[in-house]
């Protein structure tokens, strides 16, 4: 192949003939040490670090929130707190109609009960809306049912001091005129807690919680007075 270059150049003068066997690639480069692979190292840290900064962001992932009128949390406490009131309702309604029956052993005087009860919704109900739709519901609301405890403390304390009958005829009308007002102002507040989309359903919650809460009350007096075998305190 020398021979060959030799006689190609005297003949046509000097030329660069390409090598027709490929050539070694030269080996890598031993690792670098001391400062040289600490100044790597940094260079690849502000690399990461400038490459975090420009990658978007994953967001966070969170639960998914509870479907329909349940995901507010004002509509939860709403039907928490109706829950609890009608069935406390029920349970004094229960336990006072047993409570007159066993010190009177009347039909009628059982009877009287409910009337007591239900005369006042029935006079008020004209009166009551007007001034439901013109006051704050949530202050009409608190305000019955804070009359209904007291009403209900009433009750206990009649009954365990075996008062006249009369006392308790005067505490049902009381407890009477607040459901009175209780009512209207606990419906009316229903579509101011969740969007307008999700009134119809938020309806619906309400009317099986009441449905729910007047079964279970009178379920929950029974079984305290057959375990008590006694109505009052």
Known sequence: RAVARKAFEVAHGPAII???LPRRRAPAPPPRHGTDAVRRGAGDCGAFAAA???????PRRHPPPMPGPLSHRPFRRFLAGRVAGVMGRQIVAV??????????????????????????????????GAIVDQRDR???????????????????????R??????????????????AFNS?????????????????RANAWASTSFGLASV???????????????AAP
């Open 95 to 128: 336990t006072v109609g047993w409570d007159i029956y066993h010190r009177t052993n009347s039909a009628l005087a059982l009877g009287a009960v409910g009337l007591v009860q239900v005369l006042p919704v029935v006079l008020l109900a004209l009166p009551v």
């Open 52 to 58: 975090r900064r420009v990658a978007p962001t994953m």
């Open 184 to 200: 209207p102002a606990t419906a009316a507040l229903v579509p101011r807690l969740v969007p307008i989309e999700e009134r119809a």
């Open 18 to 20: 390409a090598d027709p």
């Open 216 to 230: 279970v009350g009178p379920g929950l007096a029974g079984t305290v007075i057959a375990l008590a075998d006694s």
């Open 138 to 160: 949530r202050r009409i609301g608190g305000a019955s049912l804070v009359a209904a405890t007291f009403v209900a403390l009433a009750l206990a304390a009649i009954a365990w």
């Open 162 to 179: 075996s008062a006249p009958v009369p006392w308790l005829y005067l505490a049902l009308l009381v407890q009477g005129c607040a459901n």
